[in-house]
């Protein structure tokens, strides 16, 4: 058994619809691609309906189920209230709305113009309350269950220079993950988070660190277990949250990052760059034999 394969059985999602926003590329499109293998029918948006149509056609060819492509920019209230109806409409209920779409400009703060900012926080933090609180009004007025799985990251509680924004963004998402997952208990609807450490993607990485820059920064130095993550990691772990196996697991956040973001956290763990020889010589001088 490899950490690079499907970890559910493969009904383990049969019946269930799943909203992927920003699920046309990159971590959306992988963790949906694992949920219509289990057989989920999807609906996967993102601002651009032709890359969508070509990411359904791809995933239906090889995976089968339905993928309904719908075009919705999450910051547009009136596109995301249509884009609910369109996906009810093709597929009946939503059961689970994943929400995966963001932004993110690596930047000194003090570069970005106001509207740099905003469009970050409006991505992030306002896209997915509002995908949220339409999903979430519409099931408790059906008195439906559902299952909201929101992807933050470990800079939601950290912090971090660079990507400012984007940090108090996903704080907010994590706040309202945890708030709505006591609130919503009642009428049958978790909240749960993923905090995704460094996964290769094409559009992210080479947007984020164009360039040399991703070699000068290797992300995976930075990950005590020496790598970056698979994809299928990640997608073995949101298709458990988004499956009833997790029934019990409710506000939780679950980090996948091989360790990254304690060991910047840890006070010592720098100390990992002394070569044994040094610890050698420390212990000789405290009278110990190697
Ligand atoms: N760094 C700093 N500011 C930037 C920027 C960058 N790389 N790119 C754009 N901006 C600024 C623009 O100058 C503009 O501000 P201004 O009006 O004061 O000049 C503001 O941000 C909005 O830019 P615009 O291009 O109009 O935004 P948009 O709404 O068309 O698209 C995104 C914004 C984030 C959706 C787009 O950049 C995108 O698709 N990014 C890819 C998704 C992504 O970032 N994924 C990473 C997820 S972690």
Redesign the pocket.
Known sequence: MKFTEGMLRDDALKGKNILVTGGGT?LGRSMGEYFLSLGANLVITS?KLDVLEETAKEMMAIKGGKVIPVACDV?EIAQVEAMWEKAKSELGQIHVVLNNA??????PTE??????FN??LD?VLKGTSQVTLTAGKDWIAQKQPGNFLNIVTTYAWTGSGYVVP?AAAKAGVLALTRSLAVEWAKYGIRSNAIAPGPFPTE??WS??LPGDLVKKFDPARKVPVGRVGEHQELANLAAYLVSDFSAYVNGEVITIDGGEWLKGAGEFNNLDQIPQEMWDMMEASRGKKP
């Open positions: 990159g601002r910051r963001a932004g993110n400009f690596i930047s570069r970005l113009s106001t509207n740099a469009t970050v991505i984007s559009g992210a947007r984020l």
